[in-house]
Structure formats: structure tokens, C-alpha cells
């Protein structure tokens, strides 16, 4: 940024009221001098990639530790219909976190994208699975729960580094954003590890992991902000 450049951002701010020149001098001698060059924001396609890697590797690395049964039990149609279910909406939240950290992105898209998500993985659990069985229900869901958001764990603070990287406006939004994708990252790494296929476990408690990850990320940006 040039001092001319100031020249024109303060006309600007005037609304068409004339400042005078001394006044003018006055507000850029304080401004220059506060002004520190930065690096270009790498592109959005840099950013969406780097999401994407950080969901991968956290749910293989993840699952990989505790063991692939779930991959195990699955067939051929249900590993691609939910490996492609899960990588698409791991692809929306990518984006949705670059929006956020780039005011310049556009629309907002943390709240769609999680929504989206959300009835996405819903769907196709419902679709997929037709056991609707109840027993065992909460023995077998807590302990799903708790890996799901330890595995979203790493991903969210990797997530969190990427996204200082940029611009964050709403930290509310981003937090969401975030959460989701962690969230993903969680349910990717149950989805690989658990072999348990009923559809009232794994619409609660896998899928209750991205809604706890998005709700958990939305509550602590809510409390930063305030603290800030």
C-alpha cells in the first residue's frame, strides 16, 4: 500500500466532504508508520487441500491405531457409497473452512455445510443399513462416541492452525466449520474401525460425532470472542 493509496481510502471514508490537507498529513503520519508488509494468502485450492489431507490422515492414521474393522465388515457397494458420502461432505467442509478465512471468498458457508452434512449422513445410513436393532445401544455408542471425537481432536487443532493462516471475520462460523470437518475426520475413522452396522448406532452416535465436533467448535470460538 502506497501513501497515495491512503490518499484515496480517506476520500473515500469522507463521503464527499472535503478534508484538508493538514488533516490528511496528520492521518498518515499515524498510519504509515503501523503499516508491516505481509505474505499473499496461498490460493483457495492450496487451503481446500490441505483440509482434505488433514481429514484423510487423521481418520487413516486414527482407525489405523485401533484397527480397520468396520473396513472389514463392510461390503464392496457400502465402502464406496460411504467412503464417497463422507468424501464429499469432507470436500464441503474443506471449502467451507477456506470461506471463512477469506473475506474476500464470498457467501458465508459454515451453517449450509454443516446442515448439509448433517442429513447427508443420515440419509445414507438410513438407506444403507437395515437393522434398526436397539440392544446394547448405549454400551456399544459411548465408547464409538468417545474415539470419534478423540480422533476429531488432532484434526480440529490442525484445522485451527490452517485457518489462522488467514483472515477469520466470524469466529463463530469458522468454529463450526471446523468442528464439522473434524467432525469428518472422526466419522471416517469410526467408519474404518467400527464394525458394529446397525442403523440406530451408527446415525447416533457416528453421526453424533460431527454434531458434537461443529456444536463444541461453535461454543469455544463463542467463548474466545468473548474473552478476547
Same mark, same amino acid.
Given at each position: 500500500?502506497?501513501?497515495?493509496d ?28 503501523s ?24 481418520a ?41 478465512m477469506?473475506p ?19 440419509? &445414507? @445410513? $438410513? %438407506?444403507?443399513?437395515?437393522?434398526? *436393532? ?7 455408542? /459411548?465408547?464409538? !462416541?468417545? #474415539?470419534?471425537? &478423540? @480422533? $476429531? %481432536?488432532?484434526?480440529?487443532?490442525? *484445522? ?7 483472515? /477469520?471475520?466470524? !469466529?463463530? #462460523? ?22 458394529? !452396522?446397525? #442403523? ?29
Open positions: 500500500m502506497a501513501p497515495e491512503i490518499d484515496k481510502i480517506l476520500v473515500q471514508t469522507a463521503n464527499g466532504v472535503e478534508i484538508p490537507a493538514a488533516v490528511m498529513q496528520r492521518a498518515k503520519e499515524r498510519i504509515i508508520p503499516l508491516r508488509p505481509v505474505r499473499p494468502l496461498a490460493s483457495a485450492w492450496f487451503f481446500i487441500a490441505a483440509f482434505l489431507i488433514v481429514f484423510g490422515v487423521v487413516v492414521a486414527g482407525a489405523s491405531v485401533v484397527g480397520m474393522h468396520g473396513w472389514r465388515a463392510l461390503g464392496v457397494s457400502e465402502r464406496a457409497v460411504i467412503f464417497t458420502v463422507v468424501i464429499a461432505a469432507a470436500c464441503f467442509a474443506a471449502v467451507a473452512c477456506t470461506h471463512e477469506r474476500a471468498a464470498g457467501r458465508r458457508m459454515s451453517g449450509p455445510a454443516f446442515g448439509v452434512v448433517v442429513a447427508g449422513l443420515l440419509i &445414507t @445410513f $438410513a %438407506l444403507l443399513f437395515p437393522d434398526y *436393532g436397539m440392544q446394547k445401544f448405549v454400551g456399544q455408542g /459411548v465408547p464409538c !462416541l468417545v #474415539a470419534g471425537l &478423540t @480422533f $476429531a %481432536l488432532p484434526a480440529a487443532l490442525l *484445522g485451527i492452525l490452517l485457518v489462522r493462516r488467514g483472515f /477469520v471475520l466470524d !469466529l463463530a #462460523a469458522s468454529g463450526i466449520a471446523v468442528g464439522t470437518l473434524a467432525g469428518l475426520a472422526g466419522i471416517g475413522g469410526l467408519e474404518l474401525h467400527c464394525p458394529n !452396522l446397525k #442403523a440406530t448406532h451408527v446415525m447416533f452416535w457416528h453421526v453424533g460425532v460431527v454434531v458434537a465436533s461443529a456444536l463444541i467448535g461453535r461454543g469455544l470460538a463463542g467463548i474466545w470472542r468473548r474473552n478476547r
